[in-house]
């Protein structure tokens, strides 16, 4: 799968993340629910974005056939340590998941796992496959 991004600020700010995906064992992660500052999310507690960064990086991840969003809160210095990265749910939830990951869903040879948004105190449950 190709075309992580991040949210909240312009490619090459932060390392690129690790993929959302273990080839080993199909999981993919995404995360369980949408963050609640998340930049797609309409209430007030989304982070701000300067002028025209929420279009751009959707224009950005939807340009890609295979696109999709990692969580802003996976990766930087505020992530727990040992998070994996995961798919926005956000992004999902508006856009649906990248055609790669709905293809290997299809045949069977992947799974999603919901795992907790790493900012809540249910970060250490176990992550959630179907």
Do not use: K, S, W
Not at 2 to 23: K, Y
Not at 48 to 75: S, W
Not at 77 to 96: Q, S, W
Not at 97 to 109: C, E
């Amino acid at each position: 799968m190709t075309g992580r991004r991040d949210l909240a600020v312009r490619p090459g700010a932060h390392p690129e993340p690790a993929g959302v995906a273990d080839l080993a064992t199909g999981e993919i992660r995404i995360l369980a629910r949408r963050c609640t500052t998340c930049v797609l999310n309409p209430a007030r507690t989304a982070i701000p974005l300067p002028p025209g960064r929420r279009a751009e990086f959707v224009r950005e991840a939807r340009d890609d056939e295979d696109g999709y969003v990692v969580c802003h809160q996976i990766f930087g210095e505020d992530a727990p340590a040992g998070t994996r990265a995961a798919m926005c749910r956000g992004y999902v939830n508006a856009y649906g998941l990248p055609p790669a990951v709905q293809d290997a869903l299809d045949l069977g040879i992947g799974h999603l796992v919901e795992v907790p948004d790493p900012g809540t105190a249910d970060a250490g449950d176990r992550p959630t496959a179907r």
